[in-house]
């Protein structure tokens, strides 16, 4: 999962949820649209190519994230805010 809630939200003990999207290695996910977003193997950690799936962005409680695997780069967190306006229809 990409945590893309802001880092005030995510560092403030009472606050318990988290803004995530969710990532795929289905390859069958690559083919959906401007709501998925590919993620090379390699990049931010991740060991294959994977699918950002902006279209399924969720809250989860804090407690359920356990480990950073790594970040993101400038233009593959571009991508992904993209790819949650095109799913929710933001200018």
């Given at each position: 999962m990409i945590v893309m809630s802001h880092d005030?939200?995510?560092?403030t003990p009472a606050w318990r949820s988290i803004i995530v999207v969710p990532i795929s290695t289905?390859?069958?996910q690559g083919k959906r649209g401007p709501t998925v977003i590919e993620v090379p193997g390699g990049t931010?950690?991740?060991p294959r190519t994977s699918f950002a799936v902006c279209h399924q962005v969720t809250t989860l409680d804090r407690s359920k994230v356990t480990r950073k695997?790594?970040?993101l780069p400038a233009e593959i967190l571009r991508e992904v805010e993209e790819g949650l306006k095109a799913a929710m229809d933001l200018d």
């Amino acid at each position: 999962m990409i945590v893309m809630s802001h880092d005030g939200f995510n560092e403030t003990p009472a606050w318990r949820s988290i803004i995530v999207v969710p990532i795929s290695t289905s390859a069958s996910q690559g083919k959906r649209g401007p709501t998925v977003i590919e993620v090379p193997g390699g990049t931010g950690g991740l060991p294959r190519t994977s699918f950002a799936v902006c279209h399924q962005v969720t809250t989860l409680d804090r407690s359920k994230v356990t480990r950073k695997i790594g970040a993101l780069p400038a233009e593959i967190l571009r991508e992904v805010e993209e790819g949650l306006k095109a799913a929710m229809d933001l200018d």
